[in-house]
């Protein structure tokens, strides 16, 4: 605390409010870079959701009449979506009958985690429920921790930058 006993009463509060400064500035950048994280994971689960609803049903119709046509374009735009690594087809016997890839998607030594969700298929067969096969799709997030750190790293240096002008 030596420094504050040799300079004048003007050094002492510029360091002082560049501290203050730069302590507030780090903590309410952290709370928002958790609320931007927690609404990214938030809008993808619900992403997630709208394609149980909107996809599974139109997928057991063109499984059902094996149209390979509709399945293919459906699957492969699904397979296109952020945070999609990739979409399996299984028919009944478990045999492959899709296989698309996020084309956009880089495989590296990631540290994020992948998860993977099954939706078996059932059709109504005189009023009996019977297995047709599953839809798997594997996910990330990292697509969502990137852009938090984007905007982590931008915050950061405005921030900064913003504390040194002062």
């Known amino acids: 605390m030596n420094l504050f006993h040799k300079n004048s009463l003007k050094h002492r509060i510029l360091i002082l409010t560049i501290l203050v400064s730069s302590i507030l500035s780090t903590i309410f950048t952290l709370g928002s870079l958790t609320v931007d994280y927690r609404l990214g994971v938030k809008k993808m689960d619900q992403r997630i959701h709208n394609l149980e609803i909107t996809t599974l049903g139109s997928l057991k119709g063109a499984l059902w009449d094996l149209n390979m046509k509709i399945i293919n374009v459906q699957l492969n735009d699904l397979a ?32 994020f985690k992948e998860f993977e969700k099954a939706y078996p298929l059932h059709f109504d067969v005189d009023k009996k429920k019977v297995y047709g096969g599953k839809l798997v799709i594997t996910f990330t997030r990292e697509h969502i921790y990137k852009d938090v750190i984007r905007r982590a790293l931008i915050t950061f240096i405005s921030q900064a930058t913003k504390t040194f002008v002062v």
């Open 80 to 111: 296109q979506i952020d945070g999609v690594i990739q979409v399996r087809l299984y028919d009944e016997s478990h045999n492959s009958l899709f296989y698309g890839v996020n084309k956009t998607y880089k495989k590296s030594l990631s540290i």
